[in-house]
């Protein structure tokens, strides 16, 4: 018996990776993918590379079909969801949002930063935050994830193992993170057309990321104690991709920082601890659900720098939300997603 | 019981992206992988998208390894499988070669456009054309196939329909190619860093490339009447992709060329003809095993232009590779090659 | 004494580009650029590389205040100019449009390409199309110049040689032609965002191009005798550059075409006739304006081949629009375009 | 009377470079042009870009021929310049290094950074660290300048104003580069082909890059007192322009920052603070003598944020070197680099 999926707002970078992931998926049929704009179209003529495997035609969002999934992914821009879940999860439906509406626990810090209030807070406590290495056993029975930003994910991966082990201070971490283009998505926007953003490297938001507070309060939630950090995201001329450079103050410089990483996710599939003096790539993530972390300590001084690369659009969105759903309904985790990355 | 497969030079792209394509196979064993200058190092060192997948080490390369093989795939310079070719078939070892050793049918034109004198001239009459949606019966029963270039691939599979047609004049055909960088392989030169390549276009060998006489004589064998052609390959600065843009008079500008083409490619698998006033784009068969065409009569006039469409290292290499294999081995024809493209 | 200059539009490309030139020649003084969109902000808000160098606002456009001016350029899309053109004239002063308002000859024509009834047909027998290779004497004295097309200029200045000369069948021109992005201009759409149009190739509009009745008009008019051609635009994924290569069927192939090439263009400033066997590269006049061309004869067979770049923002806009200015005020041609194209 | 100019190695970015502004520089004469590798071959066959504005051809290193110029610049590899310092400045000629020979102090530092002895230790002390905004007055009648590392540059122009008015804490600095990929040279290395640079992101040098010993030498020097800093490098997917992100820890978090960079540099030629909240991007200076600064403060914590670009070929290597040079002359410091970037 295959999974019935609904997708809602498939016409952005994460809708049609996840119908990259999931036309190939052996366990998961797919039911219906909405657009209030695209209705009527082909999925096929928006997204060329699909031609031949989704024959979907884009429907209006619509309860009646979305009730009949076993699952919904919500790839809408932020503020959606939090409007359809109440009666999709009241109908049985288990929801992935791509989006932040659920990402945060305090509906005042959710409209603080996302500018309106919260539809639905009363399921903010019930929420999921979807990253499987933190969370593995509270995904595998949620109705409701939060699949994290593409930046909070590469970040808290990268500082778990120190915080978990006790080894930084935990008030002055600094994350400067570099993204690929698509990390916009699929607007029609000046600031990202190739003639602005193309062979160009600027930073941008430095006072004020949303994903700040995610980092934030999934670092803290993880290891029961505050974090303090500074993050600064950077645009790069490039399509797919983060890579963050994380720094922090060593509290015992003379700990094996190697084993600490290794040790931590030795059995994670999706984290590759690579080894000592390693510099990943973001290309060597291009399409994967990989994160690559290698852990750095210049002259071993009191400053750790840890490397940690993912692709945005997959381990950074549509492959953990895949990854997500196979923990939700019992698959083995790694199903759909053992695509390698395309090098070049 | 999986082919056990050898693979002859794969440091440079097509040997990493048959490396990609194979151990994601499920009916192949990967059993050697050889280099002079890489022996000793994981493979998954030199391209670490592959860590975790391909576990194995770059050996010398060795007939008696290689000849355990069931088929060996030579991803090495030209000049170098003909050397090896007839101790390998002796020992009961399929070829697939994806270099041009065995592409032309004459050794004097061989050694007029290579340089250096043909190893086994024997052998080229019995080396299948590698191009299935040509010789599919021929590359069954093979024991040596050529896999075509990139190039000729895109260009013929867009003449093809118009030529066995009779629709159009053999003697002017024009084909202006656009190649993304990884054509020219990975090599240390000047002309391909990226600060030469990138943010640039220009035409090259206008004069004469490689390419010219294998388009030709693969036209003219496939139709049985000689054809002329002029090719113009430009350098454009993606990484993957060829562009063909072809040009040819009409002998008859009523005929229904969205039929012919439909026509031809019905039953093709990778092979996909789109509806009419189509712009077919690069990206979206980046990764895949797919050619996509569109045929154009601008205005109705007597000149038809045919867009066509690959990723070079697919379709115009390690893809069609691994769909020569299928072939040679009677396993169906797409497996290991339904990866969808990567877009974007 | 400098001329007085206004701007109508300057907040795309072709406007910004203008600025940079204007900015730096001797004998201009910038007296007002207009914008509805940005009225109130500085020039180098917008485009900070002019930081220190334009101190202009924008401003409203108003016909008092260009009214002063001695020269007024239309950086705006197509159909703005040809409403102000008029009034403008009627105070003495004098136009370049940089769109298409006055590019072609029949009024039925330009509503047919562009969509909209022409509003000063009258004027359209005087505009003077502003190719000074061909066109100079009478642009010195034009009040109104109509600045070509980016293609247009490419494919013309390549072309002409062998139109003027004869040597060629004038009814089966072919100009395949391939363009940066921001021959797209500076516009909010999906098409042209890095990540669409990024490490992607493919052709456009090849059923019809509004620079096709253009390039025809422009070789027609130029030699007097009426030419055909096919023309096929491709998106390349750079910032700046045209690379048209162009087909035509030799009548007499015995000819000196290089001689032909060089004789054409030996008092140029502007075209640069590379030597035999060359292929010019677009970054080789990145930010400069110049067109580069070379010709070849592959196996000295019936088919020339004409290879043109220009960087089109310069050639292929402002910097020929500067050009005229200079001609058209008795400034020695080249004044304030000596820049060295940008290489890397 | 013209500055008679020597280059010696100009094959690669910085040697172009020079040559691109040099022949637009109204107060220089280019007397002579050596490269052992490409003797005899004309200097604009190896830069199209430079046809009909640089006559030169290559020679063979000569101390005859450089012994007349005025001044020498050497664009060459590190450890050549000091091989024929001592001859030239014996000769009266002076000297611009735009490699690493005399940027440290310490003979032992350098034969540990670069892997040499050092040629000419006793020149090490005379020579002057070219940064015109720390060593104005001593360039001015320096013999021999070592002209500042890209990296370096960017780097302390963005920590000076912060050091020398005592606002952080010293020991803690970190310097998060990205660098385009010219800053790598123009070398055969499959590292920077555009198919492994391009589309893709990472560190490199974690662990030591020689610009980091630069860095620190130059602002214990500038400020007279020690410096400590992490230094992290980074390869980003464009052709040039570097973006330091730099972080350190205040001393005084109510300070002025703005007021403290703005007063800086508030006579600057060539350093452009940016408002408050900018973004500074690198194409803003690309191809300009220009750094752009913009300096933060999130949350008003106590971390500060300086974002400082250039263009990695200018004011990191050849601007710069020609700054240097209108200082040693007695020319005014803008001439000849007057050139505004070139955006898009």
């Excluded at 593409?150 to 193992?161: E, K, R, S």
């Excluded at 602005?196 to 930073?203: M, T, W």
Aim: charged share 20%.
């Amino acid at each position: 018996m295959r999974i019935k999926v609904g997708i809602v707002g498939g016409t952005g970078y994460t809708g049609v990776e996840l119908l990259r992931l999931l036309a190939a998926h052996p366990g998961v049929e797919l039911t219906a993918i909405t657009s209030r704009g695209e209705r009527g179209a082909k999925v096929s003529d928006l997204f060329p590379n699909l031609r031949g495997r989704v024959d979907l035609v884009f429907v209006e969002p619509d309860e009646a079909v979305l009730g009949k999934c076993d699952v919904v992914f919500f790839a809408t821009p932020n503020g959606t969801a939090m409007n359809s879940a109440p009666v999709l999860l009241g109908e049985g439906v288990r929801i992935i949002d791509l989006a932040a509406d659920f990402r945060l626990r305090q509906p005042q810090e959710w409209e603080q930063w996302y500018g309106m209030p919260h539809a639905c807070p009363e399921l903010l406590a019930e929420a999921v935050y979807g990253l499987p290495e933190v969370n593995r056993e509270a995904i595998r029975h949620a109705r409701l994830v939060a699949n994290p930003g593409c930046y909070p994910t590469a970040v808290q991966l990268g500082f778990l193992p120190l915080l978990e082990a006790g080894l930084i201070d935990r008030q002055s971490l600094i994350a400067d993170a570099k993204s690929g283009v698509s990390g916009a998505g699929r607007k029609a926007e000046v600031g990202i057309l190739l003639c602005e953003a193309g062979d160009n490297f600027k930073a941008y938001n430095v006072a004020a990321h949303r994903h700040w507070p995610e980092i934030r309060q999934g670092l803290t939630e993880a290891t029961g104690k505050p974090v303090e950090l500074v993050f600064v995201p950077h645009l790069t001329p490039m399509i797919r991709g983060i890579h963050a450079t994380l720094y922090a103050t060593l509290t015992d410089p003379k700990a094996d920082l190697q084993a600490v990483f290794e040790g931590r996710y030795a059995n994670e599939p999706f984290v590759d601890v690579m080894p000592p003096k390693s510099h990943p790539e973001t290309r060597s993530v291009r399409g994967a659900n990989q994160c690559r972390l290698a852990v750095h300590q210049p002259r071993n001084g009191k400053t750790v720098v840890v490397l940690s690369v993912i692709d945005n659009l997959v381990k950074g969105a549509a492959g953990q939300a895949v990854q997500n759903m196979n923990l939700m309904f019992g698959l083995p985790e790694t199903t759909g997603l053992e695509g390698i990355a395309l090098l070049p």
